[in-house]
């Protein structure tokens, strides 16, 4: 199965992304923040949460992004399955320009949809691809995205940023994309509709009637794993995200991209490759005080191979860039199951 050579030109692989520890300022709802950015508590009901939209989100209006968001946070293990780039070990940071490859294993036999959510609200299905239509994957099979051999190689284009890499595997034969709405972009397929795409893979939830008839006899088993992986700008708020590594022990924070305007929400997503806990969210204001982004009582669990993103979608409150313009940083304390607790931070700019 060979490949030709193929670079994606400053649009594969790029995320913009947010950014990121004391007294409390938990708002009303009904106060006017000044400065910095604030956690905003909400008494009644709330609606289903519909980002602002931006012009780094282009052609994506809240309904598209609320449904990405959604995606990104879907994660399940009925069967385990491990996603690693080429620079795992170190965080999966890169330089634009870096090649990349992604590495996919299960301990079942599977079928499996790689896809890459990239910042500007593209969708990439990776695998299957031009040259290797099959997704089926043996138990203990490491599939490699470009395999060696294949003509072909992936390049991280700016701006700096965050791409989602996730993998959603089944164990029988299903349908979760719209083949329809996928254009070929050389060796890969991109979803026209970012927005249908996310609804198609959302019902994969719902065990569609489809996988039933595929196998009566065989019940749907699915597991979902995602993989965030960061590319580098020029300064440490360029791409809005920070990682941290201690004793094997690597924790990811970020946000939908890296400058913000003000009275926009912001979206604070987290990533550990051990079992963990947030137990800490703390904002460090371009006005210089800080700021308790965490309501009290409240933990969010991190596991590994899931994205947890904060506020969840049963969260009844938000986080508000409410700050005059400047540099932000948001710092998450993660305690894991032996009571080891690790800091990581990043930076947002808050924009007029």
Known sequence: MKRRSMVFPGVFLFFCVLAA????????????????????????????????????????????????????????????????SGKSAEGDVYEIGDK???????????YVTLLDFTPSGKIYVLFPNKWVSNNFVKAGESVVVPAAGQQFAMKLGGPAGVDIVKA????????????????????FSVLEDSKVATRDIMLIEEEPEAAAAASPETPLEWTAASLAVFTKGDSPEKGGFGVSIEENWIAKIWADRDAFLTGESIFVKLQSNRPATLVSLVNTGASG????????????????????ILPGKQDKWKLIAATEPGVDVLTAVLRDESGAEMKVSFSITVEE
Do not use: Y
Not at 103 to 109: A, C, E, Q, V
Not at 172 to 187: A, H, M, R, S, W
């Open 168 to 187: 959603i595997a089944t164990n029988v034969e299903t349908k979760i994309l719209d083949p329809e709405n996928q254009k070929l972009f050389g060796p």
């Open 289 to 308: 005080r800080e700021n308790i982004l965490l309501p009290e009582g409240v933990e969010k669990s991190v596991l590994p191979g899931a994205i947890a």
């Open 21 to 84: 520890p004391v007294f409390a300022d938990v708002l009303p709802r009904t106060t006017t923040a000044t400065r910095d950015i604030m956690l905003v508590e909400e008494f009644e009901e709330k609606e289903e949460q519909t980002p602002v939209a931006s012009p780094v989100w282009t052609g994506m209006n809240g309904e598209e992004q609320a449904a990405r968001l959604g995606v990104e946070e879907m994660h399940k293990t009925d069967f385990s399955v491990s996603l690693s």
């Open 100 to 110: 990349i490859e992604f590495t996919f294993t299960s301990d079942k036999d599977c």
